[in-house]
């Protein structure tokens, strides 16, 4: 071969990949340019937008890459985004946050600035509580900090920042003493008009691991407050253990002549218990439900409670667990409940049992009844529900268990009403 072909091809080979190498490093700079420039997921900012959306080229500002400085950076790129966004009117569906959950100060000052923007509405709040929550647990400390500057505190006008309720509850659950602390030392958040249901997540937090601290803490509530305070820590309660504990205080209070919130601590007390029976709570999740329902309910009659207690802790139940329980807590509302009360649970329950999709059970348990005005209101609220989920044979079937007559065939016509409709909307 000669020379020189074989020099002209080697030149054309140097060429092209010269070229390949080009391509390469500029397809890989548009994609590290759009990366940058983009601030919400899965759009690409509009044509001129990357330098103002963009932290920018941080390392030829003389900025490290992964710096705090470069965060923060990032974190008032994200800001301008948001606010941009919201004054548009726009949803805000996702934002690129980076590496920021590794930065409370880059999350406080998207927080900051949020709050200090005058913009309003649940798109603000619900973006300022997710952050705050995102803080919230890798770091305590600042987010405390942070709820306690940017709290307005104007008497009636007091304004929480969003969530706060379920972020110092979660902090109050991680960390007790922490909490405990920033409350003893803000004492004028106890005394705020619509600051109850912050302070009862804080002490049901604080409570969930340290009992004796929460009593503590009750000791400054006002009078008045104290009842939802005991309500809340009852109701935190994950077993019958905890439960025992609450009850035992409760009559240690008693004993020892301590009659100032002898009746706080026995409302609060009873009805907090009713509404953490099966772990259905208003809370975070900060307890499951631990125990069978028969085991609970054996608990129950061995604590001495007289028969206006019991009453109290079946009307403040909230329809929870397995649907294999619920035939349980039926039985048992239904004696344990006053006879004004009763149908009323009943009926929350077998709304409850119907979203659990078994009609078996209900079915079961409306046989064994006896009384004909409860097993109408059973069915009548599972039937209802069942039939709103266009579960029509399971609307069916609880239907069939009463006993024949007008209510019955009332109850089948209307769900064979309903199925033809549901059918022909299906064509």
Do not use: F, K
């Given at each position: 071969m000669p020379l020189s072909s074989f020099s002209a091809r080697f030149r054309m080979r140097i060429a092209v990949a010269i070229s390949a190498i080009l391509i390469i490093a500029a397809a890989g700079f548009a994609i590290w340019t759009h990366a940058a420039g983009s601030r919400k997921a899965g759009a690409s900012p509009p044509a001129g937008e990357n330098e103002k959306a963009?932290?920018?080229?941080?390392?030829?500002?003389?900025?490290?890459?992964?710096?705090?400085?470069?965060?923060?950076?990032?974190?008032?790129?994200?800001?301008?985004?948001?606010?941009?966004?919201?004054?548009?009117?726009?949803?805000?569906?996702?934002?690129?946050?980076?590496?920021?959950?590794?930065?409370?100060?880059g999350l406080a000052l998207i927080i900051r600035g949020l709050r200090n923007s005058g913009l309003e509405g649940e798109e603000v709040n619900a973006t300022v509580g997710y952050l705050l929550d995102l803080m919230s647990s890798p770091f305590p400390d600042q987010t405390l900090a942070l709820i306690e500057e940017l709290t307005v505190f104007k008497g009636a006008e007091s304004v929480f920042l969003p969530r706060s309720r379920w972020v110092l509850g979660g902090i109050a659950l991680n960390e007790p003493e922490k909490a405990a602390a920033w409350l003893i030392q803000h004492p004028d958040v106890l005394y705020l008009p619509g600051s109850s249901d912050v302070v009862e997540a804080l002490v049901a937090g604080v409570g969930k691991k340290d009992r004796a601290r929460a009593w503590q803490l009750m000791a400054l509530l006002p009078l008045n407050d104290r009842t939802g305070a005991i309500r809340a820590i009852a109701q935190a309660a994950a077993d019958d253990e905890g439960r025992a504990e609450i009850v035992a205080e409760w009559r240690r209070r008693i004993q020892?002549?301590?009659?100032?919130?002898?009746?706080?601590?026995?409302?609060?007390?009873?009805?907090?218990?009713?509404?953490?029976?099966?772990?259905?709570t208003t809370f975070r999740s900060f307890w499951r439900y631990s125990g069978q329902a028969g085991e609970t309910i054996a608990w129950l009659g061995e604590q001495g409670f007289t028969k206006e207690e019991l009453a109290v802790i079946a009307e403040s139940y909230r329809p929870g667990g397995s649907a294999s329980d619920l035939s349980h807590w039926a039985d048992w509302l239904e004696t344990a409940a006053t006879p004004d009360g009763a149908p009323g649970k009943i009926a929350e329950l077998m709304t409850y049992w119907s979203d659990q999709k078994d009609f078996r059970g209900p079915e079961a348990w409306m046989a064994r009844q006896e009384d004909e005005a409860m097993k109408e209101t059973a069915a009548g609220a599972y039937v209802e529900e069942a039939v709103k989920n266009r579960n029509f044979e399971a609307a069916e079937q609880v239907a069939m268990a009463l006993p024949a007559g007008e209510i019955r065939e009332r109850w089948l016509d209307e769900i064979a009403e309903k199925k033809a409709g549901a059918e022909e909307e299906g064509h």
């Open positions: 963009a932290p920018g080229n941080v390392e030829s500002r003389g900025i490290r890459p992964g710096s705090s400085e470069e965060r923060l950076t990032h974190a008032q790129a994200v800001l301008e985004t948001l606010l941009a966004q919201l004054r548009d009117g726009e949803e805000i569906r996702h934002y690129d946050l980076g590496d920021l959950n590794e930065s409370p100060q020892s002549g301590d009659t100032g919130d002898v009746e706080a601590w026995r409302t609060g007390m009873l009805e907090g218990l009713g509404q953490g029976l099966t772990g259905s």
